[in-house]
């Protein structure tokens, strides 16, 4: 019963001037909404960065020529063994690939996709149309399920057509934007890569901007063995045909590590290197790219979050400011409370509630005006991306808008509960 007679005292106390309550609440409104709409930018982050990894297949190990860390110059997977020596990378083969899609050598392994980037293709034509900024890149059939780059319409690259050379091409969804109009249906159709002529067999679903994996919509894929002898002139390695890059998908993510350490061993003995020299490879775990980008994504969250509590700081001590003049205000009210039989409890209890009400009130409409920015952000600024406002931000917000009520406002209800009757009586 007290603590409600205190949140009417508090409501009539804030009502009285209104303007002045307005302004204190500002601080905590623009403080709640800063930190619900810049956590919602990390979130969003967050979860683009796991959409983009996985748009590039699941449990997926990926395997390149030479030595590079996406971690920094030594990364702790590549990290050299002073006892080893370096010598010069061998390119990966179609051989390699076949080594570890060998069961016998390699467990646990659901598919291998190996690919051949085309370097030498300049343009890509349909009639006086041109796709620019394109990667054409030569797969296998298996690259649609390790990759995760099933057709939305049409078929995908199969092995007759690996076997035979075939001239047919897999558009991605921006390619398909630049070539054709809305209205035209491209299977069947024909486009020219450097004045060859591919047939269109599918087009793959839209991916999004962007990500870690480069811009998996503005790509165009023909078959592996086209690509390395039709388009472009691939060259050999000990009698077999070089790649790009080889994919292995692995059954399950506690694999990963055991598949990637066997990996390891195969390519080692492949490439002859024994214990003498350092791995001329590169395995990127895509598990282990995904911790690292969660914990980036983390960071920035974080980060943003504190830049949005300095906001809320001031907002509290805006609470304290205000209260601490309503105590100078309401001294002659104090004493005669205290001089009717209210107890120092009592006078601190209203103060504080007063604050906890100003904070609390000024947190739930800042989380209305944070759910607003969040919403409207990745419309004023496209490049952003996407937000995301979770529950635990909202709670967040709140419980520390509260905090900061409380807290700012223990010294002025402390000041009030101290004063003395007659001395409040006689203040003018």
Do not use: C, W
Not at 152 to 169: C, K, N, S, W
Not at 327 to 343: D, H, L, S
Not at 390 to 408: E, R, V
Not at 413 to 426: D, S, Y
């Amino acid at each position: 019963m007290q603590f409600g007679e205190s949140i009417l005292i508090a409501l009539r106390a804030l009502t009285v001037n209104k303007l002045r309550t307005i302004l204190t609440m500002l601080g905590i409104i623009i403080g709640v909404a800063a930190v619900i709409g810049l956590i919602s930018i990390g979130n969003g982050f967050r979860q683009q960065i796991n959409e983009d990894l996985g748009s590039l297949g699941t449990n997926v190990l990926s395997v390149y020529s030479g030595r590079f860390s996406i971690f920094g110059p030594e990364g702790e997977e590549n990290e050299p063994r002073t006892e080893q020596k370096k010598k010069p990378p061998e390119p990966l083969t179609i051989a390699d690939a076949d080594a570890l899609n060998d069961p016998l050598r390699v467990t646990n392994v659901v598919g291998v996709a190996p690919e051949y980037n085309v370097t030498s293709a300049q343009s890509v034509l349909r009639g006086q149309q041109e796709a620019e900024n394109i990667s054409i890149t030569g797969v296998t059939p298996q690259f649609a399920s390790v990759r995760n780059m099933v057709p939305e319409l049409g078929e995908f690259i199969t092995q007759e057509h690996v076997d035979r050379r075939a001239r047919v091409a897999v558009l991605g969804a921006r390619v398909v934007e630049q070539l054709f109009e809305p209205y035209e249906y491209p299977i069947g159709e024909s486009v020219r890569i450097n004045g060859v002529s591919f047939e269109i067999i599918g087009l793959l679903e839209e991916k999004g901007q962007g990500g870690f994996g480069g811009d998996q919509d503005s790509v165009l894929l023909i078959p592996l063995t086209t690509a390395q002898t039709r388009l472009d002139n691939a060259g050999a390695f000990r009698g077999s045909l070089i790649l790009s890059g080889i994919y292995v998908q692995v059954d399950s993510p506690e694999n990963m590590d055991p598949v990637s350490e066997q990996v390891t061993e195969v390519m080692r003995e492949r490439h002859r290197l024994g214990d003498e020299y350092q791995n001329d490879f590169t395995i990127i775990n895509q598990a282990q790219l995904l911790d690292f980008a969660n914990s980036f994504a983390t960071g920035l969250t974080a980060f943003l979050g504190s830049i949005a509590g300095v906001s809320l700081l001031v907002g509290g001590i805006g609470i304290m400011n205000i209260m601490l003049v309503s105590v100078t205000e309401r001294t002659r009210e104090i004493g005669i409370r205290k001089a009717v039989g209210a107890k120092r409890s009592d006078i601190l209890l209203q103060f504080l509630v007063e604050a906890i009400v100003i904070s609390l009130i000024g947190g739930f409409m800042g989380i209305g005006l944070g759910y607003g920015i969040a919403f409207l952000l990745p419309t004023i600024i496209p490049d952003l991306g996407g937000t995301v406002v979770t529950p635990g931000s909202i709670l967040l917000a709140t419980s520390f808008s509260a905090a900061i009520g409380l807290f700012f406002g223990v010294y002025p209800a402390t000041r009030a509960a101290r004063l003395r009757p007659i001395e409040a009586l006689r203040y003018e």
